[in-house]
C-alpha cells in the first residue's frame, strides 16, 4: 500500500486494516479507506466515528470520537503519520501532515492543508483551501493552483470524490479488547513489570521491566512504557494513559504518576512527576525532572521543558510551555477518558 490513496474507490472497495492498527468499538468505515500499522481509531458508540471512502489514517496515528465530540472525515482525505484527530470534522482531499493535532469541535472545510505539526485547537474553523501551519494553527494563504496540482499528483490525477450515497462508512467490528490478562509484559533483567490484578491493558499495550500498575488503571491500545535500564516507573490507581502514548526516563531519574491522572492520545511522558488528578491533553511532551502538582492541566500539544515546576491546579500550555493560568477546582473530565463500563465490555474480534 502506498502512502496516498490512488483513485476514486468503487462502492465495493477494500477497507484495509493493518494487521497491529486497531479499532475500539464499531467505528464506520467507507470503501476503499487505509488504516496503517499503529493506527487506533476509538468509537465511544457507533456513531462517534465515520471515515469517509479512499481516506487513509498513516502510521501511530489515533482518531478519537464520542456521542458529544463525534469525528466525521469526509472522502480521499489523508492524515500523515503520527496525526492525532479528537471529536473534529474534517472534509474532502484534505492533506494533513506528519505529526498534526486536530481538537475537539476543530471543523475543516475540504481541501485544506496543514503543514507538518500543526494544532487545530478545539473550535477553531478552517474553510475550503486553507493552507495553515503553526501551534495554534494560522492560516498563511489559500490554497493555490500549484497546491491543487500537487494534490491531484497525490490523488492519481484525479480530484473526483465519490457519491456518498453510493459510498457510506459502514461499522467494523472492534479488532481491540482490553483485560487484566492482556498486553505484553516484558522482563529487563531481573525486573518484570507489576500489574494491579484490576486493572485494564489493551493488547496491543508493552511494558518493560521495571514498572508498577495501580489498581483500576488502564493502558491503552499501543501505549509503551518502558522502565528499562534508567530507573523505576510507578503508576498510581484509576490512572488512564492512552493510546499511543510513550513513556520513559532518563537514567538516575524516576517517573511517579500519582492518582487519578488521565494521560491523552500521542503524549511523551519523560521522567517527570504528575500530581494527583492532573490532565495532559492529546500530543503533550512532558520532559525529565518535570514536577506538577496536584490538579494541573496541560494542553494538546504543549512541550514542558526539563525540570520545570508548576504549582497545583497550574493550566500549563505552549512551546515551551508556561502557566497561562490557575484553576481553583480539578480539571474537568475530557471526553476524550476511557469509559470504565465501556471498557469492561470489549471483547477482541479476531479476523
Given at each position: 500500500?502506498?502512502?496516498?490513496?490512488?483513485?476514486?474507490?468503487?462502492?465495493?472497495?477494500?477497507?484495509?486494516?493493518?494487521?497491529?492498527?486497531?479499532?475500539?468499538?464499531?467505528?464506520?468505515?467507507?470503501?476503499?479507506?487505509?488504516?496503517?500499522?499503529?493506527?487506533?481509531?476509538?468509537?465511544?458508540?457507533?456513531?462517534?466515528?465515520?471515515?469517509?471512502?479512499?481516506?487513509?489514517?498513516?502510521?501511530?496515528?489515533?482518531?478519537?470520537?464520542?456521542?458529544?465530540?463525534?469525528?466525521?472525515?469526509?472522502?480521499?482525505?489523508?492524515?500523515?503519520?503520527?496525526?492525532?484527530?479528537?471529536?473534529?470534522?474534517?472534509?474532502?482531499?484534505?492533506?494533513?501532515?506528519?505529526?498534526?493535532?486536530?481538537?475537539?469541535?476543530?471543523?475543516?472545510?475540504?481541501?485544506?492543508?496543514?503543514?507538518?505539526?500543526?494544532?487545530?485547537?478545539?473550535?477553531?474553523?478552517?474553510?475550503?483551501?486553507?493552507?495553515?501551519?503553526?501551534?495554534?494553527?494560522?492560516?498563511?494563504?489559500?490554497?493555490?493552483?500549484?497546491?491543487?496540482?500537487?494534490?491531484?499528483?497525490?490523488?492519481?490525477g484525479d480530484?473526483?470524490?465519490?457519491?456518498?450515497?453510493?459510498?457510506?462508512?459502514?461499522?467494523?467490528?472492534?479488532?481491540?479488547?482490553?483485560?487484566?490478562?492482556?498486553?505484553?509484559?516484558?522482563?529487563?533483567?531481573?525486573?518484570?513489570?507489576s500489574v494491579?490484578?484490576?486493572?485494564?491493558?489493551?493488547?496491543?499495550?508493552?511494558?518493560?521491566?521495571?514498572?508498577?500498575?495501580?489498581?483500576?488503571?488502564?493502558?491503552?491500545?499501543?501505549?509503551?512504557?518502558?522502565?528499562?535500564?534508567?530507573?523505576?516507573?510507578?503508576?498510581?490507581?484509576?490512572?488512564?494513559?492512552?493510546?499511543?502514548s510513550v513513556?520513559?526516563?532518563?537514567?538516575?531519574?524516576?517517573?511517579?504518576?500519582?492518582?487519578?491522572?488521565?494521560?491523552?492520545?500521542?503524549?511523551?511522558?519523560?521522567?517527570?512527576?504528575?500530581?494527583?488528578?492532573?490532565?495532559?491533553?492529546?500530543?503533550?511532551?512532558?520532559?525529565?525532572?518535570?514536577?506538577?502538582?496536584?490538579?494541573?492541566?496541560?494542553?494538546?500539544?504543549?512541550?514542558?521543558?526539563?525540570?520545570?515546576?508548576?504549582?497545583?491546579?497550574?493550566?500549563?500550555?505552549?512551546?515551551?510551555?508556561?502557566?497561562?493560568?490557575?484553576?481553583?477546582?480539578?480539571?474537568?473530565?475530557?471526553?476524550?477518558?476511557?469509559?470504565?463500563?465501556?471498557?469492561?465490555?470489549?471483547?477482541?474480534?479476531?479476523?
Amino acid at each position: 500500500m502506498t502512502d496516498e490513496p490512488a483513485g476514486v474507490p468503487g462502492p465495493t472497495a477494500a477497507v484495509v486494516v493493518a494487521p497491529s492498527a486497531r479499532l475500539v468499538g464499531r467505528v464506520a468505515l467507507g470503501p476503499g479507506t487505509y488504516l496503517a500499522p499503529g493506527t487506533v481509531v476509538r468509537a465511544a458508540d457507533r456513531d462517534a466515528v465515520a471515515i469517509g471512502a479512499g481516506s487513509a489514517v498513516l502510521e501511530n496515528s489515533v482518531v478519537v470520537g464520542t456521542p458529544s465530540a463525534p469525528v466525521r472525515i469526509g472522502a480521499r482525505t489523508v492524515f500523515g503519520h503520527r496525526c492525532l484527530v479528537v471529536g473534529a470534522t474534517v472534509g474532502d482531499l484534505c492533506e494533513i501532515g506528519n505529526g498534526s493535532i486536530i481538537g475537539p469541535g476543530a471543523q475543516l472545510g475540504n481541501r485544506v492543508f496543514l503543514g507538518e505539526g500543526t494544532l487545530v485547537p478545539a473550535g477553531m474553523h478552517l474553510a475550503d483551501g486553507a493552507v495553515a501551519v503553526g501551534s495554534p494553527a494560522r492560516v498563511v494563504r489559500t490554497a493555490t493552483a500549484e497546491d491543487v496540482d500537487r494534490l491531484a499528483g497525490l490523488r492519481g490525477g484525479d480530484l473526483s470524490v465519490p457519491d456518498p450515497a453510493t459510498h457510506l462508512p459502514t461499522p467494523h467490528p472492534p479488532t481491540a479488547g482490553a483485560g487484566a490478562d492482556m498486553g505484553t509484559l516484558y522482563r529487563f533483567r531481573d525486573r518484570r513489570p507489576s500489574v494491579d490484578p484490576s486493572a485494564v491493558l489493551f493488547d496491543s499495550a508493552e511494558l518493560t521491566g521495571d514498572i508498577t500498575v495501580g489498581a483500576g488503571s488502564i493502558i491503552g491500545a499501543g501505549v509503551r512504557i518502558l522502565g528499562d535500564s534508567h530507573g523505576p516507573v510507578r503508576i498510581g490507581a484509576g490512572v488512564q494513559i492512552l493510546e499511543n502514548s510513550v513513556l520513559h526516563l532518563l537514567p538516575d531519574n524516576e517517573l511517579v504518576i500519582h492518582d487519578g491522572v488521565l494521560i491523552g492520545p500521542g503524549c511523551m511522558i519523560h521522567g517527570c512527576e504528575l500530581g494527583e488528578g492532573t490532565v495532559v491533553e492529546p500530543g503533550a511532551n512532558v520532559c525529565d525532572w518535570v514536577t506538577l502538582g496536584a490538579g494541573c492541566h496541560v494542553l494538546a500539544g504543549s512541550v514542558v521543558k526539563q525540570r520545570s515546576t508548576f504549582a497545583a491546579h497550574t493550566i500549563v500550555d505552549g512551546f515551551p510551555a508556561t502557566a497561562v493560568g490557575v484553576s481553583e477546582a480539578p480539571p474537568t473530565r475530557p471526553g476524550w477518558a476511557l469509559d470504565l463500563d465501556a471498557v469492561a465490555s470489549l471483547v477482541r474480534v479476531e479476523r
